[in-house]
């Protein structure tokens, strides 16, 4: 089944799908740049880790290296005068842990030397939110000093959007594409949530002509693998924070849908 939307679907943003999102779409991204490239070009995948903090009592664990069982109860006291060893009362406090945030991207290297040619993002909510946002935006800073062309695909309505000299023109979704030749500038593309996703360019090395790349193909093909269509819980408001108007073109959207089933 398709998306009742003609391009983003905003309903993916929910946290509870959006990360598989991330992986699947990424994937197939990869998947048709590689179709198009030439033979001295390779597509892959890397990925980010980021660490955020959470409370232990969160996660999911697995089994322990030991286990202690309590058969009975017993009241711990305080050690007493002329008592051989004193027993303290704990006082409980939660765990702070640093939990590991996994984030693909695709990397295009040219070959035989394997040099790095141009970095693919997704941004995801780590990338947009504080305290991630610093760390992607060091990496970012750091590519931005390289001749390594640096591509950045915004699909979230929601965070904030990747600094720029110059407020970014109007519209819901981005497509940035700073080549390593061409900096500071930097080509963005916009388009709103009821546009279809664009076809983009993906740039080379000259004199090498870019690759057109459709985001359109790619997200159906997320989706429909993704089995998203019964998954997602189109019955109900988006998680992300939607305008009056927008509210109301989503409900006809779905109710439409919802019609043709």
């Not at 001295?40 to 069982?69: F, K, Q, S």
């Not at 007493?80 to 060893?85: I, L, M, N, S």
């Not at 970014?168 to 500038?185: K, N, T, V």
């Amino acid at each position: 089944m398709t998306s009742p939307f003609p391009g983003m679907d905003p309903y993916l943003e929910d946290p509870a799908f959006w990360p598989e999102f991330h992986h699947k779409f990424i994937n197939y991204w990869q998947e048709q740049i590689a179709e198009l490239l030439p033979d001295h070009y390779e597509a892959r995948l890397d990925e980010n880790i980021y660490l955020v903090e959470g409370l232990l009592e969160t996660r999911r664990l697995t089994g322990p290296d030991m286990a202690v069982y309590r058969t009975g109860r017993r009241k711990a006291t305080a050690g007493k005068r002329g008592a051989g060893t004193a027993t303290l009362a704990p006082v409980s406090i939660p765990l702070m842990i640093l939990e590991e945030h996994r984030q693909g991207f695709v990397k295009l290297l040219h070959r035989p030397s394997r040099k790095v040619v141009a970095v693919l993002e997704l941004l995801s909510p780590a990338n947009k939110n504080e305290p991630n946002r610093r760390d992607y935006l060091a990496k970012r800073n750091s590519l931005l000093g390289q001749n390594v062309h640096v591509v950045e695909l915004d699909l979230l309505l929601k965070g904030q959007r990747v600094p720029l000299a110059e407020p970014l023109p109007d519209g819901d979704y981005f497509y940035l594409a700073s080549r390593g030749d061409q900096r500071p500038q930097c080509e963005v593309y916009a388009w709103n949530l009821a546009d279809a996703l664009p076809t983009v360019p993906v740039p080379l090395l000259a004199p090498d002509a870019d690759l057109a790349c459709d985001l359109a193909a790619v997200f159906t093909t997320t989706y429909e693998r993704g089995r998203y269509a019964k998954a997602l819980e189109y019955r109900k408001a988006p998680h992300v924070p939607l305008s009056a108007p927008y509210k109301q073109w989503v409900r006809r959207q779905v109710r439409a849908a919802q019609r043709r089933e």
